[in-house]
């Protein structure tokens, strides 16, 4: 099938995000500092980019730049997964790390490699 492209750890997650265009919040099901999966209810389509924007710690905001890099179907009635790439930073890169080392330490999960950026 497919080789795993990922170079960055990941770590599970519910984190409510929003994009433009959603009616609704979408919901990240993993994440990693080079991108996400996440649930929502109107996917965009492979190679759009988008801006997510969620809450970070202490209630400050993280605005991504992300790329589409892979689109599911969605469940009748339902949401889509859609795997994004990031590509920059509007707002809070560096909270963005910080909660992403703290997620994998809580999780144990390795990942000492892309500690660094």
Known sequence: MTSNKRRAPRFESAKKLWF????????????????????????REV???????????????????M??????????????????RIVGFDKGEDVYDRFVKEQLAEQGIGGSENEEK
Do not use: C, H, Y
């Not at 997510?52 to 209630?59: A, K, L, P």
């Not at 009748?76 to 997964?81: D, F, R, S």
């Open 20 to 43: 433009e265009g959603q009616g609704a919040p979408g919901q990240a099901r993993n994440m990693s500092r080079s991108g996400m999966f996440i649930m929502a209810e109107q996917p």
């Open 47 to 65: 190679g759009d980019q988008i801006k997510v924007t969620f809450e970070g710690d202490e209630g400050s905001t993280i605005e991504v730049n």
């Open 67 to 84: 790329e589409v890099m892979w689109r599911g179907a969605p469940a009748e009635g339902g949401q889509a997964g859609m795997g994004l």
